[in-house]
Structure formats: C-alpha cells, structure tokens
C-alpha cells in the first residue's frame, strides 16, 4: 500500500502559547512493497509523521493518502477502522503494550475487536506466531507473556499486530535494547514479511547500521523538515548532509568516505553503486592500497593460518 | 502557558503567594478545611465560606493564574456538584423552606399532588458541601501550582517532624509526596502513548459500546501497573545509590525560616475565622 | 534448582581504570554492576570496595559515596523538578551544609556542561541532557568510581556519543575510575580492560585489542559484531595490520593510513 504526503505541516497544541510545529511542510512518497527508513534524531518530528500514517494524528496542513484513504480531520468510523487495520503501527519497547494473561488471548486482541471470531480467529493467532519464528502449539499460547525472554516478548507484541493482517506495518525503533540474537531473530522475520507477504515496511530509527541492513529508501528528518530522501546509497552517499540532520553515517559508508578525505582511495575504480558489506569495502580498501591485490592475501591468509 | 498542564503541577512564578513558605500554606491550608467542616454545623453563618472564597481568589489573581485555567481543571467536579445537587436539595429532611407543586395525579377518584419539598437544612447542606468541595479542591490546585514539589516535601518533613516519637516516618512521607509529584508528567506521557499503541491494534476508548470501551481501558491497567512498578523498582535502585537513607538529617533546599508574611498570614487568618465563626 | 545469575566470578578493579563489562541481555553483567555498591549483596563470597565489605551495613554509606551508579532511564535517576535541586538532593539527603552544597553542585553542573540550564524543569531536558543531569547528582558526591549501566541505551547518535565522551574524559582527567556495562563491542573498544560474561561467567578478559582478534569467540557470546569489527577482520586477513579495537570510523582509516605509509 503506498503512502502520499503533501506539504503536511503538524502543530501540537495549536492556538496556545507553547504551539509547537513538529512537522513543516513534508512531502513525500513511500511506494508499495518498499523497505523505507524515516531518521532523524529524537525531536526531529519522525513519530510525529508516522503516527499519521494509521490516523493517530490529523494534518494541520496539507494532505496525506494511505492507500486509497485521505488521512483528514474527519477521518472516523468504519473507514478510520479500516485504516488502523490496513497499517500496522508498533511503538518503541512494545512489549509494553501486552496485557492479557496469555500469548494467545493478547495475539488476539486485536483481530477479534475486528470481527473475527472462533477458528478462524485460532487460526489467525497461530499464523500470526508463525510470522514471528515463535512456536504456534496450544503449550505456548497458553503461556504468560511475562515469563518469555525481551526479544520473546517484542516478537509476541509484533504478532499482535501482524494478526490485523495489515498491509503496511510501521515500526519505531524495532531492535531497540535487543541483544545480537534477538535481533537477527526479528530482522529475519522483516525481510521474510516483505518478501512472502509482500508487506510495506516503514521504518522509524536512528541506528544507520539497521537502516543501511533493512530499508531501501531512506527520508531524513531534521527540526521536522525533510532534509534528505532517496535510496538508501543515495542517501548515505551525502555524508556532510547526514551529520548535518545530527545523525552518523552508517560506519562503512563513513569509513569509505574517511579513506577518500584522506587521499587513501586514489588508486581505486569509483564503483559504488552496490550495497556496501564488509566484504565489498574490504575488497575496495584493499585493492585501493596494495600494488599487488592478488598476491598479498594469499600471503595473509598463509601468516594468519601458519 | 498553564493551558496544558497536568494537575499536581508547579508553574514557577515570582508572586507573593510563590514566595510564602511551603509550611505556611500547608498549614492555612489544613486550617480552613477544619474551618470550613466545623463551620457547616452554623447554620446560614456564610462568614468562613466568604473569607475563605476571599482568601483563594485573591491568591489566585496574586499569583497570576489564569481563570480559564482553574476552570478547566475544575469542569469535572463542577459536574459532579451539579448532578448531585438536585439529590440532596431533595432529600434532606427538616424545616420545609419551600414546597413545590408541579402537578397533581388523580388515582382511583384520589387527587394526589405530586410536589417537591426542599428544607432548610437540604438548601444549607447542598451550598456548605458543594462550597467545601470546590474550595479545598481550589486551594490543593493553588497548592501544588505555586510551590515546588522540593519545597512541598520539605514543608511536610518539617510539619510532621515533631510527630517523630510516634515514629511518624516523616522523611519518607516527604519524600513518598516529591516523587508522586515528580513522576506524574511521566506517567501520564506513558499512558499517552500506551492508549495510541492499543488504538492502533483496534482498542476503543472514545466510541464504540460500552462493552468495548470496558476491554479497551481494561488493555491499559496491566501495562501501567507494570510500568509503574519496573520505574519504581528502578527508582528505589536509583535512590539508594544516590544515598538515600543512609545517614542523618537531611539538608532543607527550599523551605527556610518563617517570614515576616508568613507569620502574618499564620496568625490573621486563624484569628478572623475564629472571629466569624463564633461573633458572626 | 537454583539460577545462578552469577557463578563463582573473581576480579579486581583498581582505582582510575576503565573497565568495560560486556555481554548480551542476561549475561549477568547488570547484576554484577549492582554488587559492587551494595545495592546487591552476594549470596555467597564477598565484594571488598577500598578494603570494605558490602556485607557489612555499617560500611554501606560509605561504599555507595565510593562508588556512584547512572542507569539507562534518567528519567527514573532524577527526583527533583529543577535541575540544581536534583544535583543537590544527595548532598542534601547526606545534610550538608548549604554553602558547601552549593559549590559542589556548581561544580558538578559545569562538570557535565548544564550550568546555562540548571533552573530548568528536567522533563524539558533532551534525553542526553537528562543523562548528563543524573551523572552530575552523582558527581556531586564526589565518587572515586562510577558505575555506569548501560547509560547510553536509550539516546540517540549523537547524544550517545557526546554521553560517552564525558565519561571517558572524567576517567581520564579526573581519575575516576570508570565501570562500564554494555553490549556494544564499538563501546567496550574504549575501555582500557573488557570484561566479558557469559551465563554468569568471566568468559573472557583482556585489553581490546586482544579481545577483539577473536570475533568467532565473541559471536558465540551472543554479541552484535559491529560491520567495522568484520571489516578489520577481512582487512587484516588481507594483510592489512587493523588493530581489533579500531571500531570507529576514524581509528580504522587511522591504521589504513598508517599502513600506507609505512615504508615497503
């Protein structure tokens, strides 16, 4: 589902002394099927712009389309329902937000205030788990969410919103205070979402390094005024325009553009184009400074063996 | 800029009514409520209600509180008031003030009237009940808008300091009343974005049956009871490590000696509600 | 059966070091932080602060104005509602003296750079300024040793950098010695010593620069390895000399340079 914003322009508290505009002037696209990346540091309005993606919050000015919805002031009733159901929306640490006494009655909380009830439901919850690379068998629907281990919990609450069988899911911060495994464990379950269930993904951050693995737009945000929008090499690529929104550049792109400030890159052909891993960056580095690239590591790999 | 403050906050100010001790105002406080119950047995004596109606609308217009302000906060007990009113105008009983006939039903060749009595004592209970509520209700507000929650509890630490050989824990109850201060503005920031996070999984807080909204509320009490208990467990770690109970009497930050205003204030208004409670 | 959170762990940290503790969720570094100023008391064996047990209640006040802690959330480490009432507030709590209270959190504002900000509400504060007011409450007791647990986990980028900074130049400047528990392996590159758990354990232990040689060892302690920290490792095996604690963009294309410089 792809997401229109024009000119959206959002105050908190307007008419008041303390108004404050968190958004100015917006305009952006996300298409369908996309991994798109909003960043900014904290304070730059990019909650305040998802938050509009599934009616949470109206726009002062200017227009936004999710879907074939006009997200506006009267947005309400069955179609803002549908809406909240087509876009999935997880805040930071939503594990926070599970409250029933099981995994299985808090996964279906919210497809059963949609309608659904009975086996279809069951079956729902069980798919849902599924998505999540969490066990679906009665034993652990029947468990407490709050004996489960952080990155347990945070896939748990991931699935209560996937059962809505949305179109789009929007995530704050998803690996937030997660350890290595945990992450790996949910970054999986995002790549496999995109790319079986063909979902949109909308991804709000300022770890570089999770953007640069998962998204393939990025918008960068600053004083809630969208400095930067593009594919993600696009993007990276402006370093200086980056550090200037107050974020770091991912690491390998920084490195890469250190080694070039410095004069170490002169030898090297100027291909950039592909996603950078270290592997593509240690093949250009090395390239870049030894005379002689196809001999040395074989030499390398003989004194790190020997 | 009070507009969107939550209750039990401090708006920093210069007034006069900033600058009383914390003390002073507790205590004149705690007065004109004792005043304002005992003088609900003196039947149509308005005099405490006036002086203390005086007493709070001149601090507010001191302190620079915006009206508009007051009101919105109070709109929930002003409905409150107004839907019991009726009730108790009704159905206290005494002395008939006033009969009211609004029609008469005929039963069985019976002429029966259907009428209201409203009585003395319903007309004086429903106006000393619905004024001690506002009033007290006023005078919290007033409180807490004007003093810092520091000084607030250094107020209370030095007021039930002389309760110590009852083993009054007066410096935990000091500190209990700082950190529910300090941590409403949180807590109300988590519920916020608790409440978006279950609207968004189709939780219904504002329409929908009355059934619905039973289950939405009910997907944010677990939640906040367990964030509000992870943040106090953090918090007691916190204080500890900060020394929190480790030795002796504490060093006051706020609340310093009595001054000239305050012991005016302290003898005054105690002097003139005695006054018109037993000459007026 | 008993779950140990911590199972037979014997180190010494002497004063003014930097002393990373590093490990995934559960390791047990979190705990072992809170053990060694007694917020914790050990179930079996013994934590000894400048020659006095935590066991000891006693010695308690004097063990916790040793050694100071910062935790994630600041905003569960601040009490008061204006920045220099919170600063104060355990020097107050301790009752000194108002004159002597006053310089020490004079000092301690400008320590962390608030001093411009110190009649403000904290709930106005950025996330890092909120991070920077609770380290100045606990500089203001003057600790020889700080704990920090995980003090950057919730900040973003740059004030994640700026957080982590302070603390490195306290360790430096002032001597304070510095325990640092986290997750991150680019974090853990700057300490002096890592100290590395597992499962209640001293896994493994070293300088950075040793530690890191081995990132198979670190994988299988569940750790994130940094893209730089793979980076290095391909580099090196390329015969390029990256030392393993070269996490940041800057030291790595620091050795880079070095590299090509160095005479053939």
Wanted: net charge neutral.
């Amino acid at each position: 589902m792809s997401i229109e914003v024009e000119r959206l322009s959002y105050v908190y508290a307007p008419g008041t002394p303390q108004a404050r505009t968190a958004l100015r002037d917006v305009s952006l696209t996300i298409a369908d099927g996309v991994c798109a990346a909003i960043v900014g540091v904290t304070g730059s309005g990019k909650s305040t712009l998802v938050q509009h993606f599934n009616g949470l919050l109206r726009p002062t000015t200017g227009r936004i389309a999710v879907g074939n919805v006009a997200v506006t002031a009267r947005l309400g009733g069955a179609r803002l329902r549908k809406l909240r159901q087509r876009v999935g929306l997880l805040f930071q640490f939503p594990e926070a937000q599970l409250f029933a006494a099981t995994v299985g009655a808090d996964v279906a909380f919210g497809p059963h205030r949609h309608g659904l009830t009975g086996a279809a439901l069951r079956e729902r919850v069980r798919w849902a788990l599924r998505s999540v690379a969490l066990p679906a068998d009665d034993a652990f629907l029947a468990r407490s969410p709050f004996a489960l281990s952080g990155g347990q919990r945070r896939r748990v609450a991931l699935a209560g919103v996937l059962a809505l069988r949305p179109a789009t899911l929007v995530l704050d911060e998803p690996s937030a205070g997660l350890d290595a495994e945990a992450r790996n464990e949910l970054y999986a379950c995002l790549t496999r979402l995109r790319s079986e269930d063909g979902l949109t993904l909308v991804i709000v951050s300022h770890d570089m390094s999770e953007v640069a693995t998962l998204a393939d737009t990025v918008f960068a945000l600053a004083d809630g005024e969208l400095r930067l929008a593009g594919t993600s090499n696009v993007v990276f690529a402006q370093r200086d325009a980056i550090l200037a929104c107050g974020l770091q550049p991912p690491p390998l792109a920084e490195t890469l553009s250190q080694a070039r400030e410095r004069g170490l890159m002169s030898g090297a052909s100027a291909e950039e184009d592909g996603t950078l891993t270290p592997e593509t960056l240690a093949g250009l580095l090395a390239s870049a400074l030894h005379t002689t690239p196809d001999i040395l590591p074989f030499l390398a790999r003989e004194r790190v063996g020997g | 800029m009070l507009e969107n403050l939550p209750i039990g906050m401090y708006a920093p100010g210069e007034s006069l009514v900033h600058h009383l001790r914390a003390r002073t105002k507790l205590v004149l406080l705690i007065w004109l409520a004792l005043a304002l119950f005992f003088a609900n047995h003196h039947y149509f004596h308005y005099g405490v209600y006036a002086l203390t109606g005086a007493l709070l609308l001149a601090a507010v217009a001191l302190a620079r509180i915006s009206p508009r302000y007051l009101l919105r906060r109070m709109r929930l007990l002003l409905l409150l008031i107004a839907i019991g009113s009726p009730f108790s105008l009704i159905w206290t009983t005494g002395t008939t003030w006033h009969t009211f006939n609004l029609s008469t039903l005929s039963l069985h060749g019976l002429t029966l009237p259907i009428q209201i009595v409203v009585t003395y004592d319903g007309l004086w209970f429903t106006f000393t009940f619905a004024a001690i509520l506002l009033l007290l209700y006023l005078g919290t507000m007033l409180l807490t808008l004007t003093t810092t929650p520091v000084a607030l509890a250094e107020g209370i630490v030095l007021l039930l300091r002389p309760l110590r050989w009852l083993h009054l824990p007066a410096d935990e109850f000091g500190l209990m009343t700082l950190v529910a201060l300090r941590f409403v503005p949180t807590l109300l920031q988590e519920a916020d974005q608790l409440i978006k996070a279950q609207v968004s999984r189709g939780a219904d807080f504002t329409t929908g049956s009355p059934r619905a909204r039973v289950r939405g509320v009910a997907t944010l009490i677990v939640p906040l009871i367990q964030g509000a208990l992870r943040r106090a467990g953090d918090l007691s770690a916190a204080l500890e490590a900060r020394g929190y109970g480790v030795m002796g009497q504490a060093t006051l930050l706020h609340e310093g000696r009595l001054r000239l205003l305050d012991w005016a204030l302290l003898v005054i208004v105690p002097a003139l509600t005695l006054l018109l409670y037993f000459k007026l | 059966m008993l779950a140990l959170a911590l199972d037979g762990v014997s180190l010494t940290i002497r004063q003014g070091e930097f002393v990373a503790l590093l490990g995934h969720n559960g390791s047990g570094k979190s705990t072992l932080a809170r053990l060694l100023n007694g917020l914790l008391i050990p179930t079996d064996g013994h934590v000894l602060v400048n020659g006095l047990d935590t066991r000891d209640t006693a010695a308690l006040g004097r063990i916790r104005e040793a050694v100071g802690m910062i935790f994630s959330d600041p905003d569960n480490q601040i009490v008061a509602t204006v920045v220099e009432d919170d600063v104060a507030w355990g020097l107050a709590a301790r009752g000194w003296p108002r004159k002597a209270l006053m310089q020490r959190v004079d000092a301690a504002l400008a320590a962390v750079g608030l001093t411009e900000l110190r009649g403000r509400a904290p709930q106005t504060l950025s996330g890092g300024q909120r991070q920077r007011l609770a380290l100045a409450g606990m500089l203001a007791l003057e600790p020889a040793c700080l704990v920090a647990d995980e003090p950057t986990a919730l900040l973003d980028p740059r004030a994640r950098a700026d957080v982590l900074r302070l603390l490195q130049r306290l360790n430096r400047e002032r001597g304070l010695t510095l325990i640092y528990v986290t997750h991150l392996l680019e974090e853990a590159a700057l300490a002096d010593r890592v100290i590395a758990l597992e499962q209640g354990h001293i896994a493994a232990e070293g300088a950075p620069a040793t530690l890191f040689a081995d990132l198979d060892r670190l994988r299988a302690l569940r750790l994130v390895i940094p893209d730089l920290a793979e980076l290095g490792e391909r580099l090196r095996m390329q015969g390029i000399p990256i030392p393993p604690n070269a996490l940041s963009p800057d030291a790595l294309v620091d050795a880079l340079v070095a590299f090509q410089e160095q005479p053939a």
